[in-house]
């Protein structure tokens, strides 16, 4: 990715809206934007902010990024962006020259906060405003985050457990759990997971797998031979933290003769993930999907709410179950479309009828 300073348009053209839709219509209208005074930013207040990535071989946080720069062009913001490249070294590296340069606020974009804490510690105290997404296990203000951007972890979890026993052929299912215990989402997540399904009966964890992100594509071919071998056909479904695993999951799979593993995802909602759960000839079934459009632009929400001296929003946005009949149902719209956030957010920043 480029990573040269741009200074963006100011105007952005709103997306299409998807009109009423039963479900995401009756939640997103539970969680309208927090009350405060539409004021138009004067031309004067041109703010520099830059979106530092864990790794944008991750689909979710390469969506949330776009998202959050077509927000900023509405804002007439000038914004950088970098790439970690799944290098918590590199990152620490990064957000130091960042601070440094002294920008108004920066994107923790999937990494934990905890990877940015040297550099903080030794900086002292800065006027840089910090948001995150996925940057901690839960939403809002914490640490030294004016606001993180996370669906409930544990309401991920539970939702994806809870497809389990819906989709097993025998009446029994053996599962496999894969982690990065790098991020503390993740663990919130995995733990979750470990403990729904012994809610269910018939279902048996069989392994929690600890994988990297970063290194699930080129991991995956000798993880899933390693399963195969130890747990042979008592081995039915793959949960994972991240859909990144599932990029990689069916060609292995097949080779092994294993067309019968089922594979859900707890997060984020990919691109890809989208992709090949809308054709219906994957073998994943679906993903608990953030609306990450929403969240793209409630990072440059929280920032503008710390730059006018304002409380962070406290909005947290509910996943969705995100299946094949879902996303046909859907046709060419976004999962995110129900809701007129672009809209409602232009209006509270610029005063827009």
Same mark, same amino acid.
């Given at each position: 990715?480029?990573?040269?300073?741009?200074?963006?348009?100011?105007?952005?053209?709103?997306?299409?809206?998807?009109?009423?839709?039963?479900?995401?219509?009756?939640? *997103?209208?539970?969680?309208?934007?927090?009350?405060?005074?539409?004021?138009?930013?004067?031309?004067?207040?041109?703010?520099?902010?830059?979106? *530092?990535?864990?790794?944008?071989?991750?689909?979710?946080?390469?969506?949330?990024?776009?998202?959050?720069?077509?927000?900023?062009?509405?804002?007439?913001?000038?914004?950088?962006?970098?790439?970690?490249?799944?290098?918590?070294? *590199?990152?620490?590296?990064?957000?130091?020259?960042? *601070?440094?340069?002294?920008?108004?606020?920066?994107?923790?974009?999937?990494?934990?906060?905890? $990877?940015?804490?040297?550099?903080?510690?030794?900086?002292?105290?800065?006027?840089?405003?910090?948001?995150?997404?996925?940057?901690?296990?839960?939403?809002?203000?914490?640490?030294?985050?004016?606001?993180?951007?996370?669906?409930?972890?544990?309401?991920?979890?539970?939702?994806?457990?809870?497809?389990?026993?819906? %989709?097993?052929?025998?009446?029994?299912?053996?599962?496999?759990?894969?982690?990065?215990?790098?991020?503390?989402?993740?663990?919130?997540?995995?733990?979750?997971?470990?403990?729904?399904?012994?809610?269910?009966?018939?279902?048996?964890?069989?392994?929690?797998?600890?994988?990297?992100?970063?290194?699930? %594509?080129?991991?995956? =071919?000798?993880?899933?031979?390693?399963?195969?071998?130890?747990?042979?056909?008592?081995?039915?479904?793959?949960?994972?933290?991240? $859909?990144?695993?599932? $990029?990689?999951?069916?060609?292995?799979?097949?080779?092994?003769?294993?067309?019968?593993?089922?594979?859900?995802?707890?997060?984020?909602? %990919?691109?890809?993930?989208?992709?090949?759960?809308? %054709?219906?000839?994957?073998?994943?079934?679906?993903?608990?999907?953030?609306?990450?459009?929403?969240?793209?632009?409630?990072?440059?929400?929280?920032?503008?709410?710390?730059?006018?001296?304002?409380?962070?929003?406290?909005?947290?946005? =509910?996943?969705?179950?995100?299946?094949?009949?879902?996303?046909?149902?859907?046709?060419?719209?976004?999962?995110?479309?129900?809701?007129?956030?672009?809209?409602?957010?232009?209006?509270?920043?610029?005063?827009?009828?």
């Amino acid at each position: 990715m480029d990573i040269r300073p741009r200074v963006l348009p100011s105007r952005a053209q709103p997306g299409p809206g998807l009109g009423r839709r039963a479900m995401m219509g009756g939640l *997103l209208a539970a969680l309208p934007l927090a009350a405060g005074a539409a004021t138009p930013p004067p031309a004067a207040a041109l703010r520099r902010v830059s979106f *530092l990535a864990q790794d944008f071989r991750n689909g979710g946080i390469t969506t949330v990024y776009r998202a959050f720069e077509e927000a900023c062009k509405t804002l007439g913001w000038a914004l950088n962006v970098l790439n970690g490249d799944g290098s918590r070294a *590199l990152i620490a590296q990064q957000f130091e020259a960042t *601070l440094k340069q002294g920008v108004d606020g920066i994107v923790l974009g999937g990494f934990d906060q905890a $990877d940015i804490a040297g550099p903080l510690e030794h900086a002292g105290p800065v006027a840089t405003v910090l948001v995150g997404w996925h940057a901690a296990a839960r939403s809002g203000p914490t640490g030294r985050l004016f606001s993180n951007i996370a669906t409930d972890p544990a309401v991920v979890a539970e939702m994806a457990v809870a497809l389990v026993p819906q %989709s097993m052929a025998n009446g029994r299912a053996g599962v496999v759990i894969f982690n990065d215990s790098r991020f503390e989402i993740a663990n919130a997540k995995t733990q979750r997971m470990r403990e729904a399904l012994t809610r269910y009966g018939r279902c048996e964890l069989l392994a929690v797998e600890d994988l990297p992100i970063s290194s699930a %594509s080129r991991a995956m =071919p000798d993880a899933l031979a390693g399963l195969q071998e130890r747990f042979g056909d008592r081995w039915t479904h793959v949960l994972a933290i991240n $859909d990144a695993y599932m $990029d990689s999951i069916n060609f292995p799979l097949r080779a092994l003769g294993r067309r019968d593993v089922v594979g859900i995802a707890a997060g984020d909602g %990919s691109r890809s993930a989208l992709s090949r759960i809308r %054709s219906g000839l994957s073998q994943q079934l679906a993903t608990i999907a953030e609306p990450t459009g929403q969240q793209g632009w409630q990072l440059a929400d929280e920032l503008r709410r710390a730059f006018l001296g304002q409380p962070a929003s406290g909005r947290a946005w =509910p996943p969705i179950t995100v299946t094949t009949a879902y996303l046909r149902e859907l046709g060419n719209r976004e999962i995110d479309d129900a809701s007129p956030y672009r809209a409602d957010y232009r209006r509270q920043w610029l005063g827009e009828a």
